[in-house]
């Protein structure tokens, strides 16, 4: 859910700076379209989370990074319809690294939990052994 | 020629139709994708994901009817396939953070009942302790010479004679402290042989007198009535020699103390009545002052 809220706090100003950009930037570079910040925020927030020291998590980040760089160069060639779904994609990949690397961090946390209550109870019955 | 021209275009555009009707590869994965998630265990506390994977889907199926194979319902096909599989994954995650919660849970509990437990045998042992240093208290070992075992025993001697304040009257004056106990409960009538019921009172004097150096004067008072005026002088002597011996026998240094008979001529108050005369009958030690060394 974080990542939705991050979508939210960044949409709103980001929309408006790619508003300005559309209009300063229309007669050199193509704009990029307003879903590029949220992408761009979502791929920096998995890497933040570690998604490149997992596996799985690393995958999905660099299809993330690739489909940025693809939505990039079909906004540049004009085709601005299949540059947004380009970012879509590559922002869900985004936030598949991003839970994936959080899964694993709590899935050893609750691994580790357990054994400490092991651990005390063994304490506790290797006490009353004595 | 033209026929089979003809045949090849029909061919074609069949092929083509049917071609572009079928599913792309990727709107099939995420068919599958969703399918799984739809089942898994996993996912069963996320069902928010779950609809979210087939709102997807059903994105991706309309722009397959839409336009099949176009870019749209392969990114879109795509997009779903993931929202699957994050379905499935924020169920695992729900799972594990209940799971570290209940742990978390179980420790602080399991915890703190060991922490009772080891208060709980704290305190046995506190009371055991206190138990034995109570039992070890009522017995005190002989002081070596020494200034300062003398200072112990004479802080120790002072609490031990106000101990006997229950059984005997303990004073000080001119001659040291007294302790003066009633004969009539030490001997009986005219005898000097120590009564039975004697020996735990004179136990506890010679507990409190045993560890001090003090001399003492062991003073025998007989009864003036009922007896001859001229035996009263030996049967005092003797009691008071019966109280010394048996001082001596419970711990008290014989070197320090004697004991001397007083006879009848020395009355604490008038015989006039019985108490008077009861008071005649006693027997006096007297803890000389200490003189500084």
Redesign the interface.
């Given at each position: 859910m974080t990542f939705l809220q991050d979508d939210r706090a960044v949409l709103a100003p980001l929309r408006a700076l790619g508003f300005a950009a559309l209009l300063v930037a229309c007669s050199s570079t193509r704009p990029l379209p307003p879903n590029y910040a949220p992408t761009r925020a979502a791929i920096s927030a998995a890497d933040a989370v570690g998604a490149d020291e997992q596996p799985r998590a690393a995958l999905h980040l660099k299809l993330a990074r690739d489909q940025l760089v693809e939505a990039q160069a079909l906004a540049q060639r004009g085709k601005s319809e299949e540059a947004s779904l380009a970012l879509d994609c590559a922002r869900t990949d985004a936030e598949l690294a991003l839970m994936v690397a959080r899964e694993a961090q709590a899935r050893a946390d609750a691994a580790r939990a357990k054994e400490d209550v092991q651990r005390l109870g063994n304490a506790d019955s290797a006490r009353s052994a004595e | 020629m033209r026929t089979s021209l003809f045949t090849l275009s029909l061919v074609s555009l069949t092929a083509l139709a049917c071609a572009s009707t079928a599913p792309s590869p990727e709107l099939l994965d995420a068919r599958r994708a969703y399918e799984s998630a739809r089942v898994a265990p996993e996912a069963r506390y996320t069902p928010d994901r779950v609809l979210e994977a087939k709102q997807a889907l059903d994105r991706a199926e309309y722009a397959h009817e839409k336009e099949p194979g176009s870019?749209?319902e392969k990114?879109?096909a795509?997009?779903a396939e993931?929202?699957a599989?994050?379905a499935i994954?924020?169920g695992?995650?729900d799972a594990?953070?209940r799971?570290?919660h209940t742990?978390?849970a179980?420790?602080k509990a399991?915890?703190d009942?060991?922490r009772r437990e080891a208060e709980a045998n704290a305190a046995e042992t506190r009371r055991v302790l206190e138990g034995t240093r109570a039992t070890l208290g009522t017995v005190q070992g002989n002081p070596a010479d020494g200034q300062q075992a003398r200072q112990r025993a004479d802080s120790g001697n002072a609490a031990a004679l106000s101990s006997l304040n229950q059984i005997a009257r303990v004073e000080d004056d001119a001659r040291g402290t007294v302790i003066t106990l009633d004969g009539s409960l030490l001997f009986a009538a005219n005898k000097s042989e120590l009564l039975p019921s004697a020996r735990q009172k004179l136990d506890d004097v010679a507990k409190a007198l045993k560890d001090g150096a003090e001399n003492i004067t062991v003073l025998g008072h007989a009864d003036s009535q009922g007896m001859k005026a001229e035996a009263n002088p030996r049967l005092s002597q003797e009691r008071a020699d019966a109280v010394r011996a048996y001082l001596v026998e419970r711990g008290v240094a014989p070197d320090r103390m004697k004991a001397v008979g007083a006879g009848a001529t020395e009355p604490v108050s008038s015989k006039a009545t019985p108490a008077g005369r009861a008071d005649g009958g006693r027997i006096e030690i007297v803890v000389e002052k200490r003189r500084a060394p």
């Open positions: - | 870019y749209e990114s879109l795509y997009i993931r929202r599989e994050l994954v924020y695992q995650y594990d953070r799971m570290r742990a978390d179980q420790y399991r915890e009942v060991l």
